[in-house]
C-alpha cells in the first residue's frame, strides 16, 4: 500500500528557517498536502500542491515538490516559537477521503 | 460555526466494554471520516463516509462501527473495547471538491 515517511523530530533556533522534508511512494499522488498539529489540538491544513507543480510559496511557507524522487519539503522562513507543532505530511490518489499520512514531524524552536 | 465537535474529549474503558465516540460538524459537509492517531504512525483511517446513509471501511476498521443517518452526525462505535484501541480519535470533514479537511480536537481513549 501507500506508504509516507518523515523524519519524527526538528530541532531549530528561532529566526532559522526550517525544512521539513517527505518521502511517498504512490506515484500516482495526485494532491500532496501539509497539515500542522498543535498540542492538543486536530490537524489544520497548512497548504497542498498539486503533483503537476514543483513549488508552491505562501508567505513564510514554501513547498517544494521533486516529483521523480517522491520527495516533498516544507521550508518555514524564520521559524518563530509558535510554530513549534507536529507537521504531517499527507498524499492522495484524488479520492480524497483516501489520504495517507506519514507519521509527523515535531517541530521544537528554540528562543 | 462551531465545525467539528467531538465528545468526550477523554475517556477511560475497561476491556470489553462498548463506547460511542461522538462527531458532528455543521458546515454541511457531505464528507466525514475517522482517524487514530498512535505515537510515530501518523493518523489512520478508520471508518469514512462520503454522505448520509453511505459508509465504508478505512486502513483499520476492525472493532468499529459507524454509521451515518445524518449529514451533521457521524458517531464511532467500540463493540467491545481491547487495549490495542488506545489512541486519540479525531473524526474529520470536507466538502466535495474542497481538499482540506477540517478535524476535531480528538478523543484520547485508554483502554485498561
Known amino acids: 500500500g501507500e506508504d509516507v515517511e518523515q523524519s519524527l523530530f526538528l530541532s531549530v533556533r528561532e529566526g532559522d528557517s526550517s525544512v521539513i522534508n517527505c518521502t511517498y511512494t504512490?506515484?500516482?499522488?495526485?494532491?500532496l498536502y501539509w497539515y500542522k498539529q498543535e498540542p492538543g489540538a486536530g490537524l489544520q491544513l497548512l497548504t497542498y500542491?498539486?503533483?503537476?507543480?514543483d513549488m508552491k510559496q505562501d508567505q513564510r511557507l514554501t513547498v517544494l515538490l521533486n516529483k521523480k524522487d517522491k520527495h516533498l519539503s516544507l521550508r518555514i522562513a524564520d521559524t518563530q516559537t509558535g510554530d513549534s507543532a507536529i507537521y504531517f505530511c499527507?498524499?492522495?490518489?484524488?479520492?480524497?477521503?483516501?489520504?495517507?499520512f506519514g507519521t509527523g514531524t515535531k517541530l521544537q524552536v528554540i528562543p | 460555526n462551531a465545525g467539528v465537535t467531538q465528545t468526550p474529549k477523554f475517556q477511560v474503558l475497561k476491556t470489553g466494554q462498548s463506547m460511542t465516540l461522538q462527531c458532528a460538524q455543521d458546515?454541511?459537509?457531505?464528507?466525514m471520516s475517522w482517524y487514530r492517531q498512535d505515537p510515530g504512525m501518523g493518523l489512520r483511517l478508520i471508518h469514512y463516509?462520503?454522505?448520509?446513509?453511505?459508509?465504508d471501511q478505512g486502513e483499520v476498521p476492525n472493532g468499529y462501527n459507524v454509521s451515518r443517518s445524518t449529514t451533521e452526525d457521524f458517531p464511532l462505535r467500540l463493540l467491545s473495547a481491547a487495549p490495542s484501541q488506545t489512541s486519540v480519535y479525531f473524526c474529520?470533514?470536507?466538502?466535495?471538491?474542497?481538499?482540506?479537511?477540517?478535524f476535531g480536537p480528538g478523543t484520547r481513549l485508554t483502554v485498561l
Open positions: 458546515m454541511n459537509h457531505e464528507y
Open positions: 499527507a498524499e492522495s490518489s484524488g479520492g480524497y477521503q483516501k489520504v495517507t
Open positions: 463516509s462520503v454522505g448520509a446513509g453511505i459508509t
Open positions: 500542491i498539486f503533483s503537476n507543480m
Open positions: 504512490d506515484s500516482s499522488s495526485t494532491y
Open positions: 474529520a470533514s470536507s466538502s466535495q471538491g474542497v481538499h482540506e479537511q477540517f
